[in-house]
């Protein structure tokens, strides 16, 4: 991990626009703090989705079950605190077997550990790994439904969601179903105020990158000098993460220097909002078929069911 985080960070620095991989906020203490702002009262993609996700949960068991679908194996996608899963795991007993895979190993094993003792019938193993780049896992002959909650989808940009579709095609294999949060597109104010928390944990979040390469890479970023920064970018319909330089300084990263102006940014993230149908789109160019849409009270939050046919 060390060398591939080296290298995408140096490549991303000499950018003309640096950035920053959002992967690489979830070590640990990154999978912590994001657990906190699940918590936070302006973040409402997480509680309007797991208050959304009983609903789709009755509505998938009548669709398996019409369908005729007795067994199914269900892998999560950048599976972090597993919370979310809960909801298809009481509802679909025709889930058998559940695979998680998440880049940060220790988090996803504590949070395993857990589920597996609310479902002790269940089979559930943990897949460590980038989740963003094909994965081979070792699929029974029951059906294979991924699950990709908590609208991570829009921190791909388009092209890249369109990969990543592609790819879990390949991974979940023929006659598969996919299962993903989608983040709408809303009013400005109310997208904002979920990525600048009060209580700054976003902001915690966001630095957590710099503690990481100071640790793990040998850097000498002072965060003190650095700000959380997040805005709408209404054109590309995306809200953008940065780190903002307070100052103009200079920080070494195994041995090269990278100076910084002041207010020049590290762009750390993207999170798109979708349409539905615009998201829609998106999966049917990248293989799948649209099967349904489950849509939040005031269109705050979208979940969309595909399925791979072919």
Not at 69 to 92: C, D, M, T
Not at 208 to 217: A, F, T
């Amino acid at each position: 991990m060390s060398n591939a985080f080296l290298q995408d960070v140096l490549s991303g620095l000499r950018l003309p626009q640096k950035a920053l991989s959002p992967k690489y906020f979830y070590d640990q203490q990154g999978s912590k703090y994001f657990d906190l702002i699940c918590e936070l009262d302006e973040y409402y993609p997480y509680r309007t989705e797991l208050a959304l996700l009983p609903e789709v949960a009755r509505d998938l068991k009548s669709y398996f079950k019409s369908r005729l679908v007795n067994r199914i194996q269900l892998v999560e996608f950048g599976a972090g605190s597993l919370h979310k899963v809960k909801p298809l795991l009481q509802e679909l007993p025709m889930i058998q077997q559940f695979v998680a895979i998440d880049i940060s190993g220790e988090h996803l094993k504590h949070a395993s550990a857990e589920l597996s003792q609310s479902f002790p019938q269940l089979s559930i193993k943990v897949a460590q790994g980038d989740f963003t780049q094909p994965i081979k896992l070792q699929l029974s002959d029951a059906t294979s439904v991924g699950f990709f909650p908590g609208s991570t989808i829009g921190n791909f940009e388009p092209e890249g969601a369109r990969d990543f579709l592609k790819n879990a095609r390949t991974t979940l294999g023929k006659d598969s179903y996919m299962l993903l949060g989608i983040d709408t597109k809303k009013d400005r104010q109310l997208l904002e105020a979920a990525y600048n928390d009060s209580k700054n944990i976003t902001a915690e979040f966001n630095k957590n990158i710099l503690v990481r390469m100071n640790r793990e890479l040998g850097a000498d970023f002072n965060l003190d000098q650095f700000e959380h920064d997040a805005i709408f970018n209404q054109q590309l319909g995306r809200i953008e993460m940065h780190l903002r330089s307070r100052v103009s300084q200079q920080v070494e990263i195994s041995g090269e220097h990278f100076e910084f102006k002041q207010g020049e940014t590290i762009h750390t993230e993207n999170s798109y909002k979708y349409d539905p149908e615009e998201f829609e789109e998106l999966a049917i160019k990248a293989g799948w078929d649209s099967e349904k849409v489950w849509l939040a009270p005031g269109g705050l939050f979208a979940v969309i069911l595909l399925h791979n046919k072919g």
